[in-house]
């Protein structure tokens, strides 16, 4: 077709396969356009806005849908919105629009509806430092709504992860059906290097589990999970019928207002990110095979703490690293194996916070755990990780 | 063999509504003489009247008693947290433009915790249906004031009369770009029923206040009976001015001497809220099909409206 | 005076100016030519602090044929400042033995030792537009380091700046990139 051809000469396709030197943001707004984005809700806020200026410019032009809202708490329920309806969602957002963000987040998940939600963390808290870095929204991410709930939360260390970790977080939210979390931090979202996007074909996808039933079929309960937990969703506009509420509700998706109801659903939302984590889990290991000391890092510290390790080890000290390339769920199992190695006699945790992940490692240990902390604005040092690994 | 009995006193097993309804979910939380069942069976009359498939028909809620109102209606039903049905509903409307978005909360839901997205939508001209129940309280937690609450009404946070100046609600959505406004009360049940059909079919924001009897919240505390009183209010004291000056339509509803205008008092064609550029989602060839030209024409086209 | 940068260690370059010097696009064509057409690793940051509008804002580039770890410079090898207070600010984070560019019309260096100077506004207007000052600079810097190929450089320009304004900027990198190279032949 010769519109089509000229048409593409003048407007990027969905997936901008090849080799770029690309600033993580705006990686990340790719890896959600390669993903089969289908609406992005929003509202600007450094440093997350050039996800958002990305996809203002991409989106509509491949098809989707974006809508600047009038503040966070209309963008997280618009994505809902949108994605009860059968679109892939997204949303990005930085400490205090993450903090507006978290009832619906707890609605997302009572309702089980998949929704993509990036938070470019910054210096915290309050309006804190709005364009330097911080690490200290992980246990908002993990806890920050009310009540009981599982969700998956990545954290990429590079641009090229901003775009993968991207398609993997709405391949997780639709086979989960839970909202799934990107926490980059803004030296990950500023930071300029190369991004390869494979070819189209190559990008993985998972949808959403959907009914089996015919509209109309009296069998079909929206709300009751199959074996693995997870119920089949149907979108609004499909003829199911359906009555999705924040309530607690039973397998039809009526409220149902007691204890017995709220004990079962409650313990099935928990458990479905539970008993699907193995499949959520990414970590890196780093000369950890003989490693006597351990170190736990993510995001851009991760990049520090390599380094660390390797100057450790020019001096003779047998340093590891452990990357958490997912913060939750936490893998707990592996931090538990390294605990009971022999070799092993302490872990070092480097983060910019005042001390949050260091809390899962120290649950999981007998062993020291030392932590290295600042409060936000600036990386923390290869220096002062090798300090504490050369003590 | 058995005679049929005669057509006049036939028992039918259905109600025409009863597949709009969910049945298996009566009875029903609200208190007798409450507005909202009535409110509920208007929408219902106007989705079998509307001549849109019923699987097109999608109701969003906030929370309240009025919020309850998405769990009767055997639609797709969508009962949101407080304040952010009208934003959910943006997401369903704008993402499948094709189906018919109602939005049943209340006046608190609405305009108070929702206030910034209900002036929003009305600015973007999302095409929504909001139906708005006011009952001038929050009824469902006990009777507190809400922003509807008239001066000197007693409620359980205004135990010596509220002394804040209540939203104009039809004022309001008017000010802010609705494409459709009105008000009425549950009294004026085919009014209400025509008006709702006529916003089905509307493509744009449409707003319609219902002034709706709440007897335990607001009624008790301020000697108001019973919801008959109510509604024997309602027909002494309603005026019909579909032409009425929306800024001297303020209702003081403890003072019966005083008139509460209702009517369809805007009706005016503007291009509703349209983000998409070109085709369909996911039609990605046929999107980039279109030509840089009739993507900068179609904006400008809208830029023009506004 | 030459610093030919080992091509095993990451090399630290600083490019500090104020806003509308194109410090950004600079560090952006040096990164982009490293990472996509020299086969090298390259990482680019900016500052992003309030100083941006208006005070020094520089440009941060590490290149390296190795994966890189740290992504921010610290020590800088290589420090261009285009105006005076970038000067004042980063002359004393330049590396021992380091590489120093200023644009020499707007720097006044007292007589420090082993500055490379060149008038790239003055270049830049000889050429047609004083925008293009910074791409003079960038020609000159590939040109005297050899941090990056010329080659690559000149496809970074192509795949970055607007087509119609391709050819200007070419003259400028070309302008840059021969100032460093007659200079090298004189000595």
Redesign the interface.
Same mark, same amino acid.
């Given at each position: 077709m010769p519109g089509t051809v000229s048409a593409t000469a003048s407007t990027p396709p969905r997936v901008m396969t090849g080799e770029h030197f690309m600033v993580g943001d705006h990686a990340c707004a790719e890896g959600a356009l390669a993903a089969g984005l289908d609406f992005f809700a929003g509202y600007p806020i450094t440093p997350s806005t050039e996800i958002c200026e990305r996809l203002a410019h991409r989106l509509p032009q491949v098809g989707g849908t974006f809508v600047q809202m009038e503040d966070e708490l209309g963008s997280i329920a618009a994505i809902l919105g949108a994605s009860a309806a059968g679109a892939r969602t997204l949303t990005a957002t930085s400490g205090p629009g993450f903090s507006l963000m978290m009832e619906n987040i707890g609605l997302a998940a009572m309702m089980e509806i998949p929704c993509v939600i990036v938070d470019v963390m910054r210096g915290s808290p309050s309006t804190g430092l709005p364009t330097l870095v911080g690490q200290a929204d992980v246990f908002q991410a993990r806890w920050g709504s009310h009540g009981d709930y599982g969700i998956v939360a990545y954290s990429p260390s590079s641009p090229q992860e901003c775009f993968d970790l991207t398609i993997r977080a709405f391949n997780v939210a639709d086979r989960l059906r839970i909202p799934v979390f990107v926490l980059m931090d803004e030296v990950i979202g500023h930071m300029t290097e190369r991004v390869v996007i494979p070819p189209a074909q190559q990008i993985p996808r998972v949808d959403r589990k959907r009914p089996s039933h015919e509209p109309g079929d009296a069998v079909f309960l929206p709300f009751k999970a199959d074996a693995d937990l997870i119920p089949p969703m149907a979108h609004a506009g499909e003829g199911y019928n359906v009555h999705f509420t924040g309530l607690t509700h039973d397998e039809r998706g009526y409220p149902a207002l007691n204890a017995q109801t709220h004990e079962q659903l409650v313990t099935r939302l928990v458990n479905k990110v539970a008993v699907h984590a193995p499949e959520a889990i990414l970590t890196e290991e780093v000369d950890l095979d003989d490693a006597e000391v351990v170190v736990v890092a993510f995001g851009c510290t991760a990049r520090s703490a390599r380094r660390a390790v390797a100057m450790a080890r020019q001096q003779g000290v047998k340093a590891g690293l452990l990357r958490l390339i997912s913060l939750w769920p936490f893998p707990e199992e592996r931090v538990r194996d390294l605990g009971r190695r022999d070799a092993v006699k302490r872990f070092v945790v480097p983060e910019i916070n005042m001390g949050q992940m260091c809390r899962e490692v120290e649950r999981l240990t007998h062993l020291p755990v030392q932590s290295i902390n600042r409060a936000g604005g600036a990386m923390i040092t290869p220096q002062s990780i090798l300090e504490v690994l050369v003590s | 063999m058995s005679v049929p009995a005669p057509a006049a006193t036939q028992f039918v097993e259905e109600h025409p509504i009863d597949t709009l309804l969910r049945a298996d979910r009566f009875p029903h939380i609200l208190c007798p003489a409450c507005g909202i069942g009535s409110v509920i069976h208007c929408y219902v009359q106007a989705i079998s009247e509307s001549g849109i498939d019923k699987a097109q028909h999608v109701c969003v809620s906030g929370i309240g008693c009025s919020g309850r109102a998405a769990g009767y209606i055997n639609v797709d039903s969508y009962h949101t947290t407080h304040g952010r049905a009208v934003p959910f509903a943006l997401g369903i409307a704008v993402y499948r433009p094709e189906l018919c978005v109602t939005v049943i909360s209340g006046d608190g839901d609405l305009s108070s915790i929702g206030g910034n997205h209900l002036i929003h939508a009305a600015r973007r001209n999302v095409n929504l249906n909001i139906i708005c129940i006011n009952n001038f309280n929050y009824g469902m937690t006990g009777g507190q004031a809400g922003p509807t609450t008239p001066v000197s009404a007693k409620s359980s946070t205004t135990p010596f009369g509220s002394w804040e100046r209540p939203f104009n609600l039809p004022h309001l959505a008017h000010a802010v770009g609705a494409s459709l406004v009105s008000r009425w009360t549950v009294l004026h049940a085919r009014q209400l029923k025509q008006t709702i059909l006529k916003a089905m079919h509307k493509q744009g924001f449409a707003f319609i206040e219902v002034l709706s009897p709440c007897p335990t919240g607001f009624g008790r505390p301020n000697d108001r009976g019973d919801g008959i009183e109510d509604m024997r209010r309602y027909r002494q004291r309603c005026v019909i001015d579909d032409e009425a000056y929306l800024p001297d339509i303020d209702i003081d509803i403890t003072d019966d001497t005083s008139p509460i205008v209702v009517g369809n008092f805007v009706d005016i064609d503007r291009p509703p809220f349209q983000p998409v550029l070109g085709a369909p989602r996911r039609e990605v060839a046929k999107v980039l099909a279109e030509n840089a030209n009739q993507r900068t024409r179609s904006r400008e086209s809208v830029g023009h409206e506004h | 005076m030459s610093t030919e940068t080992t091509q095993n260690g990451p090399v630290q370059i600083r490019i500090a100016g104020y806003g509308g010097q194109g410090v950004i696009l600079t560090g952006?064509l040096l /990164?982009?030519a490293a990472?996509?057409y020299d086969a090298k690793?390259?990482?680019? !940051?900016?500052s992003? /602090?309030?100083e941006a509008r208006g005070g020094a804002s520089s440009a941060d580039v590490v290149i390296s044929s190795d994966p890189i770890?740290?992504?921010?410079v !610290?020590e800088p090898d290589i420090l261009v400042t285009l105006f005076q207070e970038a000067y004042s600010k980063y002359r004393s984070s330049l590396k021992p033995g380091g590489t120093l560019i200023v644009e020499s019309d707007l720097v006044h260096t007292n007589g420090d030792a082993n500055v490379a100077g060149l008038p790239a506004s003055r270049m830049a207007e000889t050429i047609g537009r004083r925008i293009v000052a910074n791409v003079v600079v960038f020609g000159y810097l590939v040109g005297k380091t050899g941090v990056i190929s010329k080659e690559a450089a000149i496809k970074a320009i192509e795949a970055t700046v607007k087509p119609k304004t391709y050819e200007l900027n070419l003259k400028a990198f070309s302008a840059g990139y021969a100032r460093a190279t007659e200079e090298s032949g004189r000595e």
């Open positions: - | - | 952006m /990164g982009k990472s996509l690793e390259a990482v680019f !940051t900016q992003y /602090g309030p770890d740290y992504p921010l !610290t």
